[in-house]
């Protein structure tokens, strides 16, 4: 039973608008959320976090968006470059931190030039 | 090294065989973590490390399954009589301490298993 969702296998996006790639969970109890990029055979990296006491994070090009009445998240990336294009994973963890991560199966995402 | 290391990156072996992975975390991290990626899914935690002990080792799918930190430092899992439905990246990762914070990931070993 996945508990954490990635509805989305793949999603093309032209360079320079923007890219939204969304998340959904089941477990309430899921408190961290994170989001990491892989590039073909690399480990994944870490990108942005956000904690259930807030609604929004921000870092440069990318902000992360938390409802959690209706236990959904997405990532924003805007403008999209070149390089954006990855596969990317969303994570939860319960207990405010990031030890043992339950991850979605993630989204591809291709910009398009 | 700066990052966390995984050796072999490449593994083929026969059904029935065993296998050893290894991974050295970044230096200084106390929590080390293994996941495994099948084809088409995202990562699946296997088992976590606080230092030498096994904090949590629920995501271990069966006994044939087992990993060791003896030294707190550099980890290995092994896998006895391998079955094809182990063929997966094995992906190592590793935190600064038992707080949260960021996993920092290798680039894993791919295990075929023939």
């Known amino acids: 039973d996945q508990q954490v969702k990635q509805n989305s296998p793949s999603l093309s996006v032209q360079e320079g608008r923007i890219s939204i790639l969304n998340c959904d969970y089941t477990n309430s109890m899921f408190d961290y959320f994170l989001w990491y990029k892989k590039y073909p055979a690399e480990g994944p990296t870490f990108l942005i976090s956000?904690?259930?006491?807030?609604d929004k994070n921000e870092d440069g090009r990318f902000t992360v968006f938390l409802n959690k009445s209706a236990k959904h998240l997405s990532l924003h990336i805007v403008p999209s470059q070149p390089g954006d294009s990855a596969v990317y994973f969303c994570?939860?963890?319960?207990?405010?931190?990031?030890?043992?991560?339950?991850f979605g199966k993630g989204t591809h995402l291709i910009i398009q030039p | 090294g700066a990052g966390v290391s995984q050796t072999p990156s490449n593994k083929v072996t026969e059904k029935g065989k065993y296998v050893e992975l290894r991974c050295d975390p970044i230096?200084?991290?106390?929590?080390l973590y293994w996941y495994r990626q099948s084809l088409g899914q995202g990562p699946e935690f296997l088992i976590y490390f606080q230092g030498t002990g096994a904090a949590d080792d629920s995501g271990l799918p069966n006994d044939r399954f087992f990993a060791v930190r003896p030294e707190g430092s550099v980890s290995t899992l092994k896998i006895q009589r391998t079955e094809r439905g182990d063929s997966a990246v094995y992906l190592c990762a590793s935190q600064e301490g038992p707080l949260g914070g960021e996993l920092f990931f290798g680039e894993g070993s791919r295990l075929t298993v023939l």
């Open positions: 956000i904690s259930s006491i807030k």
């Open positions: 994570a939860a963890s319960e207990g405010g931190g990031a030890d043992g991560l339950t």
């Open positions: 230096s200084g991290h106390t929590a």
